[in-house]
C-alpha cells in the first residue's frame, strides 16, 4: 500500500490540498504502508479509529484519512479486496457567527492570506476546498463575479457570485501582491489546508467552536434572516 500512495501522491502534487494529503498519510502510514489492498479489513479500519481517537483525532479527521487512503488506491486500481468503514459523520452543527463574531475573527488573523481565506468564506459561502482552488482567471472585477466552479460546468455547491465591496478591496490588495495563479497564496505556493491557522485565529477570538464551514453557514442564515434570494447577485449587498 506505501507504494500505491506514494505513487498517488506524487501524481496529484499540483493540486492544493496535497499537503493535507501528505498530512493524512503521514497518521495512515504506519498502520498501513505495509500491508496489501486485501488486508484492509472492516476490523482494521475500527482498530485504526480507536487508535486516531486516543490520539486526539476527531471523527471528521478519521474519515478524510481514510478517504486519501481509499483514494489512492482506487487510482491505482489496486482496491480489490479492501474493504473501508468509515466513522459515524459527526452530526452537522446549526452554528452560525455573527457580523461582530466574523470582525473578531479578522481581527484575530496574523497572517494576510488566512484573512484573505476568511473574507471569501464569509462574502461567497464557498466550501473551503473551492476558495482554496480559486484561481485569479475566475476573478472577474470587471464584470464583478468570481467563479467558485472549474471549467465551463457547474460543481456540486459552486456557483458564480457577486462581489462585495469589501471582499473586492481585499482582493485587489491580494492581486497585487500575487506570485501564483492562485488566489490564497502562502510564501509563493498554494494553500492545502488552513486548519491549524484558522483554529489558532478562532481560538484568540473567542470562538473555539467555529470551523470554516460556519462560515459557509454563516452567509446562507444571513441571506435568509434579510429576506434575501439564493441567487448569486444577492452576495454583493452582504
Request: with cysteine.
Amino acid at each position: 500500500i506505501g507504494d500505491y500512495v506514494d505513487q498517488y501522491l506524487t501524481e496529484k502534487a499540483e493540486k492544493p490540498s496535497i499537503k493535507a494529503m501528505r498530512y493524512a498519510w503521514k497518521a495512515l502510514e504506519p498502520t498501513f504502508a505495509n500491508l496489501r489492498p486485501d488486508q484492509v479489513t472492516l476490523k482494521l479500519c475500527k482498530e485504526y479509529d480507536a487508535k486516531r481517537r486516543r490520539e486526539g483525532a476527531a471523527s471528521g479527521t478519521i474519515i478524510k484519512e481514510l478517504g486519501v487512503l481509499k483514494a489512492a488506491l482506487g487510482w491505482a486500481n489496486k482496491s480489490a479486496g479492501a474493504v473501508f468503514e468509515m466513522p459515524e459523520a459527526p452530526p452537522a452543527r446549526d452554528r452560525h457567527i455573527t457580523l461582530d463574531e466574523f470582525n473578531r475573527l479578522l481581527g484575530a488573523c496574523e497572517l494576510p492570506h488566512l484573512k484573505l481565506f476568511c473574507l471569501l468564506g464569509w462574502y461567497t459561502a464557498g466550501r473551503a476546498s473551492a476558495i482554496l482552488e480559486l484561481t485569479w482567471d475566475r476573478v472577474d472585477f470587471t464584470g464583478g463575479q468570481i467563479r467558485l466552479s472549474k471549467g465551463s460546468g457547474r460543481q456540486k455547491g459552486r456557483a458564480t457570485v457577486a462581489i462585495a465591496d469589501r471582499l473586492r478591496a481585499a482582493l485587489l490588495e491580494a492581486r497585487e501582491a500575487r506570485t501564483i495563479d492562485y488566489v490564497v497564496e502562502w510564501g509563493g505556493q498554494p494553500v492545502g489546508s488552513l486548519a491549524r491557522s484558522f483554529r489558532a485565529a478562532c481560538g484568540r477570538a473567542g470562538l473555539p467552536d467555529v470551523s470554516p464551514h460556519v462560515l459557509r453557514h454563516s452567509a446562507a442564515v444571513r441571506m435568509i434572516e434579510n429576506g434575501i434570494s439564493l441567487a448569486p447577485s444577492a452576495f454583493a449587498s452582504m
